[in-house]
């Protein structure tokens, strides 16, 4: 189903090379009689070679179709596969984009990246491997069958049956045996493969805790579930090819036998009758070829289902509405994680008026985090609202709600990229003088100066490493060069030493003039005076009393908030 | 963008799939046996045209069906032969295939597990993965179905060749005059192709670099306003990939093209002799018609060689990319045999101990520090004065550049590395929770805990309250890397999951950074019963969590001096 539509998707390219595989099969057909023809007509000694002269020039033209259309539907075909790949994978990418985090996390990251890498290639590679080839097939079969009953007989109709074996049986014979293993197949690689990943991330972790092996061999069974799947696919792969090969041997036979009787009783004029048996030779040798790939397909269905399951409905997208200044605004707001499982916030009611400094503290598991990702717009609420600059922040086009809100996560992520492209992510045009402006901050510009080639030092693995802390310092600096009027930083601070704390505290309050802040510790935040403390404790809010986050204890540096409503 | 760390070349397919035919024991005779099936296969292919052919001969010559039924009854069985030989080698190949799936799999698993933490960072555990299952399947092939198609493509066409010869020798001559073009031509070709290959892994290499940043970042990126650029990033290089790739393949295809004509020139040139041939009455009818029958068997083989090229390059590159993690060494002592008898506490004695980074800077010089049995050291220091690094030192998971660490009077190089580390139980900055329940997470550090210890292990950890509450208990699944559950609680859960362990040496890196002051009071009251006795360092920034040690050691200014441990 799922296949059938995304070639659907592609059909003009597919449909092109399908049809230069028709004539690349036509061709072949067509040279193997003419070629037959020539021999037979020769053989019957004719007065002059001039009555040759015809079947060497077909023989000859028809070979240089063949060549040209074998080469065009090669080039066609692959074209036709990449273009699946790529529409594949961003389906995949943009279905995990949309997902709500929760969602999205709740499979391991390896396990995704196998899905967006290995599975969207097995998914657009079908076109190439099994589709092209099956056309290719029911063309050459079709045609052969075509002239077979013609001969009549029951040899024609046993040479019918042996072209539909090759050309239908076998590949569905294969995609019959391999339909349940590849499903299973799928299934146990994804396992195997979220639990290497785990493995392996835990390494330290668990250091020395598996020094029985018993975790490494609950993983080396795995595997060899796998692999036991894995022989099962290629074994109905196998059968199938070989049994399509013998099915085109004995077809053969049985349409000499049929050719012959046709020719004995005038049915088919005699010089006619071993091109006849070589145009069906060559129909098998088209028809034969898909016969192992379609066992493969099982595996490729189970891998697109899980790809790109079927999108439900997308929910009716709000009006949208441009915020205007940068207050929030919170009332009665319900958020739950499962449905009717436990609030995780709980009629919490605030306001951060524009340039308001909020320190928010509570128990870890009080919901802080989840307030934050409210905010985010990352997880959606159930009850109440959430208004920014006075629009619902539901109808708040993307782009501007990330222009007003940076958010400094828990724990945030730096790309595998350089310095330089780590602080893009936050405004893409900003210059390099803003960006060491943003390093020098917080107290990052001499390491990464001293980094082979400074702001293009590249982040990953075989690169630059940088310590836990330097790595927070970094996210903070893609905070600042954000430039946005609103901040949330969820325990920024968390990590460094008392020193540089202090000090990134203190810049960080420079910059923070006339910005909202809602900064969430455990510790009291050095240089820091808050307007307002909340506390955040079983999803419910104390020390803000809706309407005034004391706002009024300091006078905004830019003109005051106008809510509207 | 500085690259620093360029992909390295991609060696030519064949001579990977060599090097890795040698690597994986057992492959020369299944190689030998796929080889020599694949022969018989191309001989049953010869007497099958014969067999035809044969039976074509006494068709036209006139004969009624009952004459032709022996002849066609021939025809079948070497049908049946030739499927016969063809099936058995396949299944020798897939046997190929398994095997080498398996040695790869089973040597880089293991591999990756010695490299540790820090050959594998947390963050690199999923393309290592991906390595270790995609690659080893793509790798795998190089032997199983590329080499095979190699000798094939040269002993295949020679026994096609003798067939003709026998038949109808002009014909032998026309298919020998043409056949070393197409692989010189083929040759050219690919050396082109070669270079443009190349490219294009570079490319993917990129590519699957974005893929993982989407799938891991994907949190953090939606905070951002261009974090949905990075999607059409990933689109564009996925065009580029698309390009480069086709690029390759129009290539690729055109030597299959040259093949292809080559194949169709030398297939009409063979049908004009035999014609001729047939009109002088040099022939006989069945040996023109085997003749014709042959002429394109010869080039099937090649035109195979040139899938098989595809499958290889890609093979190559996967066995390329397996190389490099394979070329990571363990750096830790991995000699050592020796293992420690069981004791409460581990007296450690670390001298002139330094460690650079691999830029060069010296993260820890000449440090000197000794702890009895049983005594608690903190750690101070501000970021990147090598706290975490005297943590791996210590676990063998980095070996110093100079100076000696001493456990209980042994040289830690002399120790058996995995005995060692089941002595020690690290809490690391970010604890990793595995995919699962809570349960699941406990039990990873004693699988044969009750539920009872579980629970006392949690109360000690401040977490049995939250555990309670969440909807199934200890059957909550906790999300991947713990992101389902707050910080502080995955910090509290990861700090019960170490509890549960029986270490004489228990490192802790920044324990209780996410926990609020009331819980981080809560977890230090039992955490100084549970630690009491057993040598204990802690990693902190925090001066009322050093003041739950006995001494403290400062990293911090003196990184380039000698830093003491000061009574």
């Known amino acids: 189903m799922i296949l059938g539509r995304l070639l659907l998707g592609e059909r003009r390219p597919i449909a092109l090379a399908a049809l230069l595989a028709a004539a690349a099969a036509a061709a072949a057909m067509g040279l193997a009689g003419a070629s037959a023809y020539l021999a037979v007509r020769a053989a019957g000694r004719p007065p002059s070679a001039l009555a040759l002269l015809a079947p060497i020039a077909a023989v000859r033209g028809l070979a240089l179709l063949r060549a040209g259309a074998r080469y065009g539907e090669r080039l066609a075909a692959h074209h036709a596969a990449l273009r699946l790949v790529g529409r594949v994978r961003a389906r995949a990418l943009s279905r995990l984009l949309r997902a709500p985090p929760a969602q999205a996390v709740g499979r391991a990251s390896g396990e995704w990246l196998r899905r967006v890498a290995a599975d969207a290639d097995r998914v657009g590679g079908v076109y190439a491997d099994a589709v092209a080839p099956l056309l290719a097939a029911l063309f050459a079969a079709g045609s052969a069958a075509f002239a077979l009953p013609r001969c009549g007989g029951l040899a024609a109709l046993a040479a019918g049956v042996g072209l539909a074996a090759s050309a239908l049986g076998a590949p569905a014979l294969a995609a019959l045996l391999g339909r349940a293993a590849g499903a299973r197949l799928v299934a146990a690689r994804g396992r195997l493969s979220a639990e290497l990943v785990t493995d392996l991330a835990g390494m330290a972790d668990l250091a020395g805790v598996d020094a029985d092996g018993a975790a490494r061999r609950r993983l080396g069974r795995l595997a060899a579930e796998v692999d036991a799947h894995r022989r099962a696919v290629d074994l109905a792969a196998a059968v199938a090819a070989s049994l399509a090969a013998l099915a085109a041997g004995v077809t053969a036979a049985f349409a000499a036998v049929a050719c012959a009787r046709a020719a004995a009783r005038g049915a088919l004029p005699a010089d006619l009758a071993v091109p006849a048996v070589f145009v069906v030779v060559a129909a098998l040798e088209t028809a034969r070829a898909p016969s192992g790939s379609l066992a493969a397909l099982g595996e490729v269905a189970a891998a697109a289902r899980r790809l790109l399951p079927d999108p439900g409905s997308p929910a009716p997208a709000p009006p949208r509405r441009l915020p205007s200044g940068f207050p929030v605004r919170v009332r009665d707001l319900g958020m739950r994680y499962v449905p009717h499982g436990p609030w995780a916030l709980d009629g919490v009611s605030c306001d951060l008026p524009e340039g308001a400094h909020v320190l928010l503290i509570g128990p870890s598991g009080g919901g802080k985090s989840s307030l934050v990702h409210v905010l985010a717009r990352l997880l959606p609420y159930q009850r109440g609202s959430v208004h920014l600059g006075g629009a619902p922040l539901e109808a708040v086009p993307e782009r501007e709600l990330r222009r007003r809100l940076a958010v400094c996560e828990q724990r945030p992520y730096l790309l595998r990229a350089s310095v330089a492209d780590n602080l893009r992510l936050a405004r893409a045009d900003a210059g390099a003088n803003t960006l060491w402006r943003a390093l020098e901050a917080v107290d990052l510009a001499e390491r990464v100066a001293a980094l082979p080639g400074g702001l293009a030092a590249r982040l990953d693995g075989a690169g630059t490493v940088l310590s836990g802390g330097e790595r927070r310092r970094l996210a903070l600096a893609r905070l600042i060069v954000a430039d946005a009027p609103v901040w949330i930083l969820d325990e920024p601070l968390a990590g460094l030493d008392e020193a540089t704390a202090a000090a990134v505290a203190a810049r960080l309050r420079e910059l923070a003039g006339g910005r909202s802040v809602l900064w969430i510790a455990h510790d009291p935040v050095p240089v820091w005076a808050f307007d307002a403390v909340w506390r955040l404790a079983d999803g419910r809010l104390a020390g803000a009393d809706a309407g005034g986050a004391g706002a009024a204890a300091r ?11 | 963008m500085g690259e620093l760390t360029p992909s390295p070349a991609v060696a030519s397919p064949w001579i990977s799939a060599r090097r890795l035919a040698a690597e994986v024991p057992g492959t020369r005779r299944g190689l030998a046996l796929a080889v020599a099936l694949g022969v018989v296969g191309a001989a049953a292919t010869a007497a099958f045209a014969r067999t035809l052919a044969v039976a074509l001969a006494v068709l036209t010559a006139g004969a009624t069906p009952s004459r032709l039924a022996p002849a066609a009854a021939a025809v079948a069985v070497v049908a049946l032969a030739r499927a016969g030989a063809d099936l058995a080698a396949r299944i020798t190949r897939l046997r190929l295939a398994d095997q080498a799936r398996r040695h790869l799999r089973d040597r880089l698993v293991a591999h990756l597990f010695a490299l540790g933490p820090v050959g594998v960072p947390p963050a690199e555990a999923a393309p290592a993965a991906e390595a270790a299952l995609e690659g080893v399947d793509a790798a795998a092939l190089l032997v199983a179905d590329c080499l095979p198609q190699a000798a094939l493509s040269a002993l295949a066409p020679a026994v096609v060749l003798l067939a003709e010869a026998l038949t109808f020798w002009p014909a032998a001559a026309v298919l020998l005059a043409t056949a070393p073009l197409v692989p010189l031509f083929a040759h050219l070709v690919g050396a082109k192709a070669a270079a443009q290959s190349h490219r294009r892994w570079r490319e993917l290499d990129r590519l699957s670099g974005r893929f993982l940043d989407l799938v891991q970042g994907l949190s953090t990126l939606r905070l951002f306003p261009h974090g949905r650029r990075l999607r059409l990033m990933a689109a564009q290089a996925d065009d580029r990939h698309r390009c480069l790739t086709m690029g390759v393949v129009a290539l690729a295809t055109l030597s299959s093209f040259v093949l292809e004509l080559g194949a169709a020139v030398a297939t009409a040139l063979v049908a004009a002799a035999v014609g001729l041939a047939l009109v002088g009455g040099r022939i006989h009818l069945a040996d023109a018609l085997t003749a014709l029958f042959l002429a394109p068997e010869f080039y099937l083989p090649q035109r195979a060689l040139g899938a098989a090229y595809h499958q290889a390059a890609d093979g190559a590159a996967a066995l390329a990319r397996i190389d490099r993690l394979r070329r990571r060494k363990p750096p830790g002592p991995v000699r050592g045999s020796r293992t420690l008898p069981p004791v409460a506490g581990r007296a450690l004695r670390v001298v002139d101990l330094t460690w650079r980074a691999p830029a060069g800077d010296a993260v820890l010089s000449d440090l000197h520090l000794a702890l009895a049995p049983g005594e608690r050291l903190a750690v101070l220091g501000p970021s990147g004065a090598g706290k975490t690094t005297l943590l791996y030192l210590l676990l063998g998971y980095l070996r110093p550049h100079r100076g000696r660490i001493w456990v209980d009077g042994v040289p830690l190089e002399r120790l058996d590395p995995v005995g060692w580390r089941a002595q020690v139980a ?49 059957d909550a699944p906790v999300g991947d890397r713990g992101l389902r559950l707050a910080g502080g609680e995955a910090q509290r859960l990861a700090l019960a999951r170490l509890l549960l362990r029986p270490a004489s040496l228990i490192l802790l890196d920044e324990p209780t950074e996410h926990l609020d002051p009331a819980a981080r009071r809560q977890v230090w009251a039992t955490l100084d019963a549970h630690l009491a006795g057993r040598t204990v360092m802690i990693v902190t920034h925090r001066p009322e969590e050093a003041a739950h040690a006995h001494r403290r050691l400062d990293l911090g200014a003196a990184a380039h001096s000698r830093p003491q441990a000061e009574p």
């Open chain 2, 426 to 474: 690290l809490m690391p900055q970010a604890p990793c929770l595995r995919l699962g329940t809570v349960r699941d997470n406990l039990r990873a550090a004693r699988p044969d805990a009750d539920d009872a210890a579980l629970w006392r292990a949690l109360e000690r950890a401040a977490a049995a309250e939250f555990v309670a509450r969440l909807p199934g208990g200890l």
């Open chain 1, 555 to 565: 006078p905004a540096p830019e003109p005051p908030p106008s809510l509207p409503g």
